[in-house]
């Protein structure tokens, strides 16, 4: 059963950028569509971005297109989120999932 | 990318039923599978249902999910005090811009 965890969130000001990671284990992370999904406090769940297995096709929300990156180390087992120009609107848990498999999130909190 | 629609709350006393309704549309719930999750605060959510109808090695039988159209319903028999947690139905949409929408969640509140 793959395991997934999520680091690199933090505190940040308005426009700046920040990479979350989400390592994996186990042998299978290669064959894994992988999305990350966020959390607003307050709200509900908020799907952000999807990844396929081979790191080639990618779908975005369109409230992070062209701001958010999602990319993938299959080498490493892990997903990366690459996120510019963040905002306050952005500020959430962020977690990396397969819908049948979730980490326990990581948070990002867009301040100045 | 709109969401699917589902009741903010819903409640019933233990031993009860509860069911949660989530309505979308052609593009999503109509013509790709459904599935609903469950997130008590400050854990990770939980599969409770795939594909419409099916339930996780794990997740008891007392969980159970029905599609029809462009809607689908989540049903709780035996309502437990540990079934006091937030609910998200989830299915991807087909439209231009291709993605996964989410429900609004639904607060369940055993009595």
């Known amino acids: 059963q793959v395991q997934l965890v999520e680091s690199g969130g933090g505190v940040v000001q308005p426009g700046r950028s920040l990479r979350l990671s989400c390592a994996a284990s186990?042998?299978?992370?290669?064959?894994?569509?992988i999305h990350w999904v966020r959390q607003a406090p307050g709200k509900g769940l908020e799907w952000v971005a999807l990844?396929?297995?081979?790191?080639?096709?990618?779908y975005y929300a369109d409230s992070v297109k062209g701001r958010f990156t999602i990319s993938r180390d299959n080498s490493q087992n892990t997903l990366y989120l690459h996120m510019n120009d963040l905002r306050a609107e952005d500020t959430a848990v962020y977690y990396c999932?397969?819908?049948?498999?979730w980490g326990q999130g990581t948070l990002v909190t867009v301040s100045s | 990318q709109s969401v699917l629609t589902q009741p903010p709350s819903v409640s019933a006393a233990p031993g009860q039923k509860v069911t949660i309704s989530c309505s979308g549309s052609?593009?999503?719930?109509?013509?790709?599978?459904v599935s609903w999750y469950q997130h008590l605060p400050g854990t990770a959510p939980r599969l409770l249902i795939y594909?419409?109808?099916k339930r996780p090695s794990g997740i008891p039988d007392r969980f159970s999910g029905s599609k029809s159209g462009t809607s689908a319903t989540l049903g709780i028999t035996g309502l437990q005090p540990g079934d006091e947690a937030d609910y998200y139905c989830?299915?991807?949409?087909?439209?231009?811009?291709?993605?996964?929408?989410f429900g609004g969640g639904t607060k369940v509140t055993v009595l």
């Open positions: 999932s397969t819908f049948a498999i």
């Open positions: 186990g042998p299978t992370f290669r064959n894994l569509n």
């Open positions: 990844i396929y297995y081979d790191g080639i096709e990618k």
């Open positions: 052609r593009s999503n719930i109509g013509n790709n599978y």
């Open positions: 594909e419409n109808n």
């Open positions: 989830g299915a991807w949409d087909s439209s231009l811009t291709p993605g996964v929408l």
